[in-house]
């Protein structure tokens, strides 16, 4: 079993996995549209209601993915700390993070969520320019992220 989701999570050579690689790719594009609409002025009580819901559904099968990303790695640890581990992470942890503050005091957490289109390199081969560049750069994002939510900001 834990293969089977291995082959259909880590692998396009199947069809199985070409379409879960497939969904994964359009929820990120869905999740990156509906986070660009919602910033929007003016929304409708409705229109807000469906863009949270989009988000809702989004997050969790994000959150799945994660986790039986994790199931099914060789060495847990290695993949949590990886490039794509922690953009996936990254890509799930402000809605949690926001869901239990007040986000006036999380904004910094809610940019994260630009972090999705991170998910789409896992598929892009065109686009592994941009894991090099976040491996080198990796310390100071790290320090930039601790530095940025140790100092809120100011009202």
């Known amino acids: 079993m834990k293969i089977k989701i291995k082959n259909i999570i880590e692998s396009t050579e199947t069809s ?16 990156l549209v509906t986070f660009s ?8 009580e409705s229109s807000q209601k469906i863009l949270q819901a989009i988000e809702i559904i989004t997050i969790v099968i994000f959150t799945i993915e994660y986790i039986l990303r994790i199931y099914v790695s060789e060495s847990k640890f290695k993949f949590i700390f ?12 402000p809605f949690y993070i926001a869901s239990g503050f007040d986000l006036r005091a999380v904004r910094v957490f809610r940019l994260l969520r630009l972090f999705r289109i991170l998910k789409l390199l896992r598929y892009s081969k065109a686009i592994n320019r941009f894991h090099r560049a976040f491996l080198i750069a990796k310390e100071e994002l790290i320090l930039f992220f601790f530095v940025s939510v140790g100092n809120p900001p100011e009202k």
Do not use: K, W
């Not at 199985?16 to 999740?31: N, P, W």
């Not at 609409?37 to 409708?44: E, M, R, V």
């Not at 490039?83 to 942890?93: H, N, P, S, W």
């Open 82 to 93: 990886s490039f794509f581990g922690i953009v996936d992470l990254i890509a799930i942890l």
């Open 37 to 44: 609409i919602s910033t929007l002025p003016n929304l409708t």
């Open 16 to 31: 199985q996995g070409r379409i879960f690689a497939f969904v994964i790719q359009i929820l990120i594009v869905i999740s």
